[in-house]
């Protein structure tokens, strides 16, 4: 009967699609986003996240990530290092060094958890940065049947076009009321340039529920949208009717791997004596990771891909094809990404393991 009521109201959020975005904010995108990871798994992927954007694995300050001040997201979101969320260039020289010896480069990176988190903390920065721009773009999410995503311009004087939206059709139905001339719903086609005109909108998108023995779920999956002002990014994990969990027992076994690698590393290096032991352990679930750029650049960048409007690849397909013969693909990240050109600027990482 819950879970009955809970896909109805779900189902009337959806059908709704409101164009207003009810006093969303950049961080309760966030906080709604992980609001059922836990805070240790929240606060390890939050530090590997920045770590990889800003510090080298030596511990360094990665060239050019330091220019001014530098301002983290506050509200919900731990760092560590700073309470007032602007940082100079000591403290992130700090950061940098107590994340090296803690390993935040490879801090679970490829658990479940770490998916989610990582996933909102990108939504999260291109919100702050389209906000500056005088463009609210946020998304409510009405687990597991779908979610909303909505516009809303704050300045008058402001325009701002959508220059494509990519989705998985296989996963998602996505439908919107704000750009037809009669106000009538229209299915979403990617290959379209909307404009708003100035006005607020929104857009709905609903899940493809699947059947894995006998239980119902709802694959991961993404809602890429690239305005003029910059890109917004929905990336929703894998769901059921019984909430927030695993579609399969894979993925929380394979957490489980890397949370005892990762102690296994750290035993290393205070018991010499057992290090042979620890490598034949390591070696068996030893992931190979691979990155990726797509943009206007791409001719620069090792496996660099020009953008979708240039003919460049679906990276979610791509990725995958980067794994060598004998591994398999795990799940690929959105490392990071700068507004720009046709598509910004992206980097993406994979994580291969063995199949056998």
Partial sequence: ???????????????????????????????????????????????????????????????????????????????????????????????????????YYEASDLTYGSFVVTDALTSFNQCLYLQG?????????????????FGEFTSPTVRAQILSIDYDPDELSCTSTSFSANGSREDIDGNRVYDPNGENFSISCTRTKHTFEDREFYRRTWFLMATSLGPYTVMVPEDTHLGFELASHAEAAFDSAITERNNAIAAMDTALSQVQALQQRIRTIQPQVFRAYQGDSHEHHANGQACPQN??????????????????????????????????????????????
Avoid at 62 to 89: A, C, R, Y
Avoid at 323 to 339: D, F, H, K, L, N
Wanted: proline fraction near 5%; include cysteine; aromatic fraction near 8%.
């Fill in 1 to 103: 009967m819950k879970t009955s009521l809970c896909l109805a109201m779900a189902a009337a959020i959806l059908a709704a699609n409101p164009v207003a975005s009810q006093g969303l904010t950049c961080g309760d995108v966030y906080l709604n986003a992980i609001r059922n990871v836990t805070i240790s798994t929240r606060d390890r992927s939050t530090n590997s996240f920045y770590f990889n954007l800003y510090c080298e694995r030596d511990g360094s300050i990665k060239s050019g990530s330091f220019i001014g001040g530098m301002n983290f997201p506050i509200e919900g979101i731990p760092i560590g290092v700073s309470s007032d969320g602007s940082w100079d260039q000591n403290e992130l020289r700090q950061f940098c060094s107590v994340g090296a010896e803690q390993s």
């Fill in 133 to 149: 721009e005088r463009l609210i773009v946020s998304h409510q999410e009405a687990p597991p049947a779908g979610f909303v995503i």
């Fill in 311 to 356: 003919g460049g690849p679906n990276m979610s397909t791509y990725m995958p094809t980067l794994c060598p013969v004998g591994t398999r693909a795990t799940g690929y990240t959105v490392a990071g990404s700068t507004t720009g050109g046709k598509c910004g600027n992206n980097w993406f990482t994979i994580t291969c393991l063995p199949t056998q």
